[in-house]
């Protein structure tokens, strides 16, 4: 089918203000949104910058907005977007370095800044084998597990595009990943960590981050549990 | 000027093997991480079915069982001790991981949940065993962030979005990279006494390939342009079930949860070519059952795809035809939730991709190009070895994919490459943090960043009368259709012959965006430069070995020849000329037999 | 193995965002039945028709009556102008600027308050 797409493009190095390219395709309904950005780059300008590596939804290096939404273009397929028009532009919310790439730096140090990794310094088990957990256990906080990282959560939140200090779905999703795995042992820490103002009371429960995720985490309902586990003082 | 780094060791990749290097090595050492990607990016988190222990959580099982598995399924080109010393390693890796918090799926009992996989067996009565530890269908992913986490808690120094373009070798001992800033296009001299690669594999070379965009064998190129030598690069794994015309990968443990392949006629076509273990036998067997299905005219429409059939019903009637149990000795039959749950992930990509359920439909799935067993030599502690004597080259080494010790042989077994990464990540790792500290710090050649700016300038000056996008499509398709899963003399050598002429036009190929910036047109071509002289070392190394063997599979030679070829290939790279030389297999316990399933 | 987790206790130091967050949910709560009072009392009860100035002023003259509408008062705008400053929150960024106005909305809501008390306190019954 034939489609006409328009591509974000911005050169530090020349351009003053972005500018927009438009490209007439013929293009399969099953193909990709990054095949179209890969066919853009084989035959029609080869200088268009863009993120990416797996090409099937599990890297996360390739978020970006597509008519208006955020989606990572190996996920999203022509047919998915019912239209010929399409529109291809860098996530918001972070500083655009070159056409679709944006600076990710911001988005690490929240991530960072919830100390997400596991933290336990109790004595390993006797046997040197695992720490046992119960499937219902490890089902609690299964679902925060799948973050790929991938900043399509944090970068569709209001809250976050009017402040950039405000930590952001994803830090919470990767704090609640460890604040309810039952072998951690440093939820207080992390509680403390997020109870303040760019913290979790920023989240407005708007929800586009559980609709913009790849991974359909629920993340408005993550970031509520952490809220109650900071109001009640209780992680269950 | 370019900026100079110095340290202790570098790590070039930062995928498992590279984050378990440097989370070791910055135990004692200065170490940094230089990645081409965000680390979370890396390969490693495609990995689905599982990392292979042999725990024994479900049943009985041992290293031993797992060793001689791993042997069996590398059809005995792979080097026995080296195996022994992964297998047993296995079980604490895997109990490493854990301790580090990773999420595993657990047993009612609050163990860690194993799996069947193809290959895997116990050894006294020939029948898969749950050897596979694993989390969901995302096994990959969740090492991939468990190391990334542990290496924010070690507080490990990354570079990253650099892409390391040469190494650094004076003396006869490494010492350091250089790399290209892609944010600002500044170049970086890392001096170090030791340098770690783990840069992982090459799929992008052919057309179908279950492997990301950066897996150009970025690591293989660059020290094969120094002079070292490639290892077994006819031996590249091409996985059975892969989406059909996108290579996705479907991970075996759909096999492995009771799915069952069928070819047009509605066979079960595993049952001609393994028949105790049949749609569980190991990658090599499959693919090359499928291309002979395809041969006799059984493939799906004639477009060379299978079905893989997880529906509940087809699980559940082969169970019992199969005599199928669980753990505790009950039937195996299973309800469409039970799938979803175990492999919910493979469900996203089918009904994302294809619009198919696979609780409801069979998926089509095809040959994808999937793994590198050949890469660079080294011995088992990750050190590189640089000729048939096993000669060390001081202060280089090498883990994971892009690593050849080797482990995997003729053909890696599912669910090995994790552990693979894990264990001589974590062993590359302390070995070269100890030669590091008792090590001086190299000197620096001349103009460390010459050969860079050499091939950088290159890529700059020439007429632009070839285009990269033109001569990669070129190059994966004649790569799929002649050296891919089946080979022959004639298709080998018009692959050399094609492969030399692209690699010619290739020095025609101009950048055209000058800038600095993020310029991936630029690291993009240069990728190409990677994949081309990739591909001409693996179809040398296939035309030169005359037999059939794991995944280097030929038409002409269709028998293994173990008075011949039971060595490994070496090839050294000089300018458009490739020499090949072998070196022997190490074979402590097992001598090699007839390897069926 | 254990299948049910005791819950982990943990101490969090309250956080103000914290305080006026929860505040705001179990004041729009309570908010629902006081309105909702108000009007089944004036509306239902007393009957749309009844409602003349002059029941209207004997009314607040009760003292009763003056209490409950100040105190609705000051929790009902209070809940309003906690609202006004999140709203500001997303448009103002420096930490400082944000703290005045911050503490402009604070006075506001007791000076309006505050203006309401005493005229809800000054109404006389109607001598008739």
């Known amino acids: ?231 009640t003082g209780r992680i269950e | 000027m370019a900026n100079v780094h110095e340290f202790d060791v570098v790590v070039v990749g930062g995928g498992g093997a590279g984050l378990m290097a440097a989370m070791n090595a910055s135990k004692t050492a200065r170490t940094a991480v230089i990645s081409k990607l965000y680390p979370v990016r890396s390969h490693t988190g495609a990995a689905q079915g599982g990392i292979g222990a042999a725990l024994g959580n479900i049943e009985e099982d041992n290293p031993d069982w797992h060793t001689f598995d791993t042997v069996k399924g590398s059809d005995y080109l792979g080097d026995q001790d080296a195996i022994e010393f992964m297998c047993r390693e296995a079980v604490d890796a895997v109990y490493d991981l854990e301790h580090m918090g990773l999420p595993f799926t657990r047993n009612p009992d609050g163990r860690i949940a194993q799996r069947p996989f193809g290959g895997h067996t116990n050894n006294v009565t020939g029948k898969p065993v749950r050897r596979s530890c694993y989390a969901a269908d995302r096994t990959g992913h969740m090492i991939l962030q468990t190391l990334y986490q542990q290496c924010i808690k070690n507080n490990i120094l990354f570079y990253d979005e650099f892409q390391v373009m040469d190494v650094l070798i004076v003396d006869g001992k490494a010492a350091g990279v250089v790399a290209v800033e892609l944010a600002t296009g500044e170049l970086h001299v890392f001096h170090s006494k030791a340098v770690i690669i783990a840069t992982g594999g090459h799929g992008r070379i052919w057309e179908i390939t279950s492997n990301a965009y950066a897996y150009t064998g970025d690591g293989c190129a660059v020290v094969a342009r120094r002079g070292i030598p490639l290892e077994d690069m006819e031996f590249f794994q091409f996985h059975p079930t892969g989406i059909f015309k996108l290579g996705i990968l479907i991970t075996e443990a759909v096999r492995g949860e009771g799915g069952i392949l069928f070819n047009a006629k509605g066979e079960r076509f595993m049952e001609k070519y393994a028949p105790r273990i049949k749609d569980l036998a190991s990658r090599d067997v499959i693919s090359r059952s499928m291309y002979l299905e395809t041969r006799a005219g059984n493939d799906v429409n004639k477009q060379r795809f299978f079905y893989l059939d997880v529906t509940p019903e087809i699980v559940n009637k082969y169970a019992e035809i199969d005599g199928r149990t669980r753990p505790d000795g009950t039937p195996y039959r299973v309800t469409a939730e039970e799938i979803m749950s175990k492999i919910p992930d493979i469900a996203d990509f089918c009904l994302t991709y294809l619009g198919v359920d696979p609780t409801r439909q069979p998926i089509p799935v095809q040959p994808t190009a999937h793994y590198a067993m050949g890469g660079i030599p080294t011995n088992k502690f990750g050190q590189v070895v640089i000729d048939e004597q096993n000669t060390v080259l001081p202060g280089l080494y090498a883990a994971g994919e892009v690593a050849c010790v080797s482990v995997h042989g003729a053909n890696r077994l599912g669910t090995n490459s994790l552990v693979d990464l894990v264990v001589f990540g974590k062993h590359s790792g302390l070995h070269a943090a100890e030669y590091a500290l008792g090590a001086d710090m190299p000197s620096l050649p001349d103009d460390p960043t010459g050969f860079m700016r050499e091939q950088i300038d290159r890529l700059r000056a020439a007429s632009g009368s070839e285009n990269v996008a033109t001569l990669a499509r070129e190059l994966k398709v004649e790569m799929f259709d002649n050296v891919g899963v089946f080979r022959t003399q004639a298709g080998l050598e018009q692959a050399v012959v094609k492969v030399q002429e692209l690699r010619e036009r290739f020095k025609q190929v101009k950048v055209t965006d000058t800038g600095k910036v993020f310029n991936m047109e630029m690291m993009q071509a240069w990728e190409l430069g990677n994949m081309l002289d990739l591909a001409l070392i693996t179809a040398q190394s296939a035309l030169a070995r005359t037999e059939s063997r794991g995944a280097h599979a030929r038409d002409d030679y269709p028998a293994r020849d173990d008075a011949n070829w039971l060595k490994h290939t070496l090839a050294w790279m000089n300018g458009d000329e490739i020499s090949l030389g072998y070196k022997p297999v190490v074979i402590t316990q097992y001598a090699p037999k007839e390897r069926t399933y | 193995m254990t299948t049910t987790t005791q819950p982990e206790k943990v101490v969090v130091k309250k956080n103000f965002d914290q305080v006026a967050w929860t505040w705001m949910r179990y004041s729009a709560f309570l908010l629902i039945p006081l309105a909702w009072g108000h009007i089944i009392l004036q509306d239902v009860v007393v009957g749309v028709h009844n409602i003349t100035t002059d029941y209207a002023i004997n009314r607040m003259a009760n003292m009763g009556w003056k209490i409950y509408d100040i105190a609705l008062l000051g929790f009902a705008f209070a809940h309003g102008m906690n609202g006004v400053r999140q709203v500001f929150r997303d448009y103002i960024h420096k930490p400082e600027t944000f703290r005045l106005v911050s503490i402009i909305l604070l006075v506001v809501w007791f000076l309006i308050t505050l203006v309401g008390a005493i005229a809800l306190l000054a109404i006389q019954p109607v001598v008739s």
């Open chain 1, 1 to 231: 089918m034939q489609i006409k797409l328009r591509v974000f493009r911005f050169d530090p190095e020349r351009d003053q203000k972005p500018r927009f390219d438009t490209f007439m395709m013929d293009v399969d309904p099953n193909d990709r949104v990054l095949d179209l950005l890969e066919y853009v780059k084989a035959d029609f300008d080869s200088t268009l910058a863009l993120r990416r590596s797996c090409a099937h939804g599990v890297c996360g290096s390739d978020a970006m907005r597509v008519n208006g939404r955020n989606y990572l273009a190996c996920k999203v397929l022509v047919k998915n977007l019912g239209t010929d028009q399409i529109t291809v532009e860098p996530i918001l919310g972070l500083k655009v370095i070159k056409d679709l790439i944006v600076d990710m730096k911001p988005f690490f140090d929240h991530y960072r800044s919830v100390l997400p990794y596991l933290i336990n310094d109790d004595p390993l088990p006797a046997d040197g084998k695992e720490r046992l957990q119960s499937p219902e256990q490890q089902l609690r906080f299964e679902d925060t597990t799948k973050c790929i990282l991938c900043a399509a959560c944090t970068t569709s939140c209001p809250s976050f595009w009017s402040d950039a200090n405000y930590v952001g779905p994803a830090a919470i999703v990767n704090a609640h990943r460890f604040i309810f795995d039952s072998r951690d042992k440093a939820g207080g820490k992390r509680l403390n960590i997020l109870n303040e103002q760019f913290g979790v009371w920023r989240c407005r429960t708007a929800f586009n981050c559980t609709e913009a995720c790849p991974r359909d985490i629920h993340i408005t309902q993550a970031i509520a549990e952490v809220k109650r586990a900071v109001n």
